[in-house]
């Protein structure tokens, strides 16, 4: 998946978002051919390999490009305007909450045990995730506790973070704004104050907790990407396909469902003719 080049006085905001619509479109392509794996009556393991590598490889491409426009534009990756609000609802430092996955992991494999029930009885193997053995559930369970922890951590240090947004230097800068626009020091233009006087000393206040937070959301998106790879290492192959179509299917449908929401809330606001 290519990544656009900035145009000219286009925010990274919207420059992402396209992006982002066509990381929509190229998971879209790759669910089909997810599905497809699991009709096929016997498919090589090497064919499964391959297509969980590009899928991988997709997951990888995101977030390094997902990084590239942070550095550019670290609040636009914190609170990202191409999401719906019902995804906004449950966002985790810029991204999905990486023990999410196991939950989609356990439910997932209860539906498939359920379907499967009758043949696992019968001692036959479903091959899917109703199929997990005692040595792999014990290995999810190390993975579940270890990212939790891993994810703790993570959100204790963007508490500490936010914190800082009164801090000693954040209170100085907002008096000394304040005392300027008392003493007419500044020019009020099309009802608001234009404070280029203090652009400067703004930017320098604010920057190092731009590059904390840019830290931070790398360390999330490291430990979303890292939680994935943890989980398929554990999986078969054709485990991994139906745990990447159940991942896809959630993230593809709960933004359209989020998109289709918001858009009825616009519709109902508008004033009637």
């Known amino acids: 998946m290519a990544a656009a080049p900035y145009a000219h006085g286009t925010s990274a905001s919207e420059t992402f978002k396209k992006f982002f619509e066509a990381s929509l479109t190229e998971q879209n392509q790759l669910l089909q051919e997810l599905i497809s794996a699991t009709t096929d009556s016997t498919?090589?393991?090497?064919?499964l390999r391959q297509l969980l590598d590009r899928v991988i490889k997709h997951y990888e491409d995101y977030y390094r490009y997902k990084s590239r426009w942070a550095k550019r534009d670290v609040m636009a990756m914190m609170t990202p305007a191409w999401r719906s609000s019902l995804e906004d609802a449950?966002?985790?430092i810029g991204g999905w909450r990486p023990s999410m996955a196991f939950h989609l992991l356990y439910s997932k494999a209860g539906l498939q045990l359920e379907a499967g029930l009758d043949e696992l009885?019968?001692?036959?193997s479903t091959g899917d995730l109703g199929d997990l053995s005692p040595a792999q559930l014990r290995r999810v369970d190390r993975l579940q506790r270890e990212t939790i922890r891993k994810e703790?951590?993570?959100?204790?240090?963007?508490?500490?973070?936010?914190?800082?947004v009164a801090d000693?230097?954040?209170?100085?800068?907002?008096?000394?704004?304040?005392e300027l626009i008392r003493n007419g020091e500044t020019t009020q233009t099309h009802g608001g104050w234009d404070e280029s006087a203090v652009d400067g000393l703004v930017e320098s206040t604010l920057r190092p907790k731009e590059d904390a937070l840019e830290e931070i959301l790398h360390k999330a998106d490291d430990l979303r990407l890292s939680t994935l790879k943890n989980?398929?290492?554990v999986l078969t192959p054709i485990q991994a396909v139906h745990f990447f179509i159940a991942a896809t299917e959630l993230h593809l449908r709960v933004h359209d469902w989020g998109k289709?929401?918001?858009?009825k809330e616009d519709r109902r606001r508008e004033p009637r003719q």
């Not at 009885?121 to 036959?124: I, K, P, S």
């Not at 703790?152 to 800082?164: M, V």
């Not at 230097?169 to 008096?175: A, F, I, N, T």
Request: hydrophobic share 40%; glycine share 2%; charged share 25%.
């Open 121 to 124: 009885l019968r001692g036959l």
């Open 168 to 178: 000693t230097s954040m209170v100085e800068l907002s008096h000394a704004v304040t």
């Open 90 to 92: 449950f966002l985790w």
């Open 231 to 233: 989980i398929v290492e």
């Open 260 to 263: 289709r929401r918001d858009l």
């Open 43 to 47: 498919p090589s393991e090497s064919t």
């Open 152 to 164: 703790r951590d993570l959100t204790e240090t963007l508490a500490a973070q936010q914190e800082t």
